[in-house]
């Protein structure tokens, strides 16, 4: 037990209303109790670690490069959802395992479980006792795809005294933007190991004009395909009421809506807010729903808004009409679908932004998305604009993912005594 150890149990403890609710599993894991990895022979391991859903998807891009590199590639993740996540896109390719809680002791279980050469953390992650163990183990440890929002820079800058020696222990961080680089320098990161890379959510976003599976859903939920639908993908709370409630109000007359909750334990809550809405829960198994039934559905699963988007006429990105900071606009755009966000867009700043220059998103507020929504619907030429500016936006900023992966690539094989040095 260290100093910093001294400091968790007690914030954990103050914190317990807040956590404690939420059903968790694999506590064992989070104290670094996990299966030890096979022998990783001559070949180098480099651990991925990402904290839930939305940084797995974020690697899609980065693993295969670094496997066809030679690289043994460990995946980890923080929650139950991300763990999943995980296992869907790299189980068959990758060891997946949890990430441990930043305890000393729960760090070096996981570490000697583990036997990483190098590690790299989306986004951030940056926890000191994980960060000083790898340091003391030799294994260099960096950041890709780097973000630190305005409102996290916030709370860091408070605590920086305590957390500057871990920014400064990064071999490298690569960062998404500009901006997230003077935060990253202003936290401690040595500038000249400070490089903006973009983000590989850009590579992510598949320019696709199908998605299996897409028809199936479609005919499970009964929504007429002669009908236009609007898809609420990530949808979340607003003061007072809720996207779903907001959305099915500005629904034009005639127009079929489906909503798909960014978190599982608002399915109940928005159901509510779609009266008489076909529950995807609720026909999985079961036969298809006839066409007509309802007008209004819910997405009350996990894995299947990808195959919604691609049944759409127009796509509104959740989470940003309200207090909360926006989701991922690009899945439903690479799928040509004309997009709307909100005004609370703050986690992804720089791609809307990007997608606004390039006329590949509109945005609209409570008040305005009704009128907007219809716009879109009835002016076939705007619609086939915005989805056509958001594809273009989509190709031009490409890229991010190979130069990402030829940083970790590099940084694995400077590790004295193993090869193979193919993987640069």
């Not at 008489?276 to 808004?305: H, N, Y």
Request: aromatic share 6%.
């Amino acid at each position: 037990m260290n100093l910093k150890d001294l400091v968790y149990i007690p914030l954990a403890l103050l914190t317990l209303p807040k956590w404690g609710g939420k059903k968790r599993e694999g506590w064992g894991e989070r104290f670094g109790k996990i299966d030890a990895l096979p022998p990783k022979g001559e070949r180098r391991r480099v651990l991925l670690h990402a904290v839930s859903v939305g940084e797995v998807s974020a690697l899609r891009t980065i693993v295969p490069i670094l496997i066809e590199r030679g690289l043994d590639v460990v995946v980890s993740a923080t929650t139950d959802t991300g763990l999943r996540r995980a296992k869907e896109l790299f189980g068959a390719t990758c060891h997946v395992r949890r990430y441990p809680l930043d305890l000393s002791w729960a760090v070096e279980r996981f570490l000697d479980a583990v036997q990483p050469d190098a590690v790299a953390l989306v986004e951030l992650e940056l926890w000191p006792n994980f960060v000083q163990a790898c340091v003391k183990r030799g294994v260099s440890v960096c950041v890709i795809n780097g973000r630190l929002s305005a409102r996290s820079f916030r709370g860091y800058r408070k605590i920086r005294p305590l957390l500057k020696s871990t920014f400064a222990s990064l071999a490298f961080a690569a960062v998404q933007d500009e901006e997230y680089r003077e935060r990253f320098v202003a936290m401690g990161v040595p500038i000249e190991k400070c490089v903006v890379a973009g983000s590989v959510k850009w590579d992510n976003a598949t320019i696709v004009d199908e998605v299996p599976g897409a028809a199936e859903l479609a005919r499970s939920l009964g929504i007429d395909r002669t009908k236009p639908l609007i898809v609420a993908g990530s949808t979340g709370p607003i003061p007072g009421s809720c996207e779903e409630a907001m959305l099915h109000a500005a629904c034009p007359s005639g127009v079929q809506l489906l909503c798909a909750p960014r978190k599982p334990e608002r399915f109940d809550e928005a159901a509510a807010a779609l009266p008489g809405c076909v529950r995807r829960s609720k026909t999985k198994g079961a036969q298809p729903t006839p066409s007509g039934t309802s007008d209004r559905f819910l997405l009350d699963s996990i894995g299947e808004l990808r195959q919604a988007y691609s049944l759409a006429d127009v796509v509104v990105v959740g989470r940003s009409f309200g207090y909360l900071y926006g989701s991922d606009p690009l899945e439903p755009i690479g799928l040509g679908k004309p997009t709307v966000i909100g005004p609370a867009v703050s986690d992804f700043a720089t791609i809307v932004a990007a997608l606004e220059s390039d006329r590949g998103i509109v945005r609209a507020t409570p008040h305005t998305i009704a009128p907007l929504v219809s716009q879109i619907l009835g002016n076939k030429a705007f619609a086939t604009d915005l989805a056509s500016g958001g594809r273009r936006s989509i190709r031009r900023h490409q890229g991010a993912s190979q130069r990402q992966a030829q940083l970790v690539a590099e940084l694995v094989i400077r590790v004295p005594g193993r090869g193979p040095q193919s993987a640069v």
